[in-house]
């Protein structure tokens, strides 16, 4: 059964910070490259973050410097911690495998402004 439950998302000023947790079904993060995907308003949905199971890691030009994206093998969870955020970050945020699934979870709202 596919898990893809993201969370974390709000409202923060630019400039600050803030993490987002996906929790995935344990059979999806023990054997793919998991990402952290972003579709802001009138735009295609664009891959920001990706892991291996090995932990190498790959960053859209965008984000990179920015954002950092990691693996809790206990948990079964995939972080995104952002920093320095801008308001061209605001987007519904998800995360899948890479390459994705089909199936997308719900997303979690990310909403730079002052």
């Known amino acids: 059964q596919v898990q893809l439950v993201e969370s974390g998302g709000g409202l923060v000023q630019p400039g600050g910070s803030l993490r987002l947790s996906c929790a995935a079904s344990?059979?999806?993060?023990?054997?793919?490259?998991m990402g952290w995907y972003r579709q802001a308003p009138g735009k295609q949905r664009e891959l920001v973050a990706e892991?291996?199971?090995?932990?190498?890691?790959n960053y859209a030009d965008s984000v990179k410097g920015r954002f950092t994206i990691s693996r809790v093998s206990a948990m079964n969870t995939v972080l995104l911690r952002m920093n320095s955020l801008k308001p061209e970050d605001t987007a519904v945020y998800y995360c899948?495998?890479?390459?994705?699934?089909?199936?997308w979870g719900q997303g979690t709202q990310v909403t730079v402004s002052s």
């Open positions: 899948n495998t890479r390459p994705s699934l089909q199936y």
């Open positions: 344990r059979s999806i993060f023990s054997s793919y490259t």
């Open positions: 892991i291996t199971t090995g932990g190498s890691t």
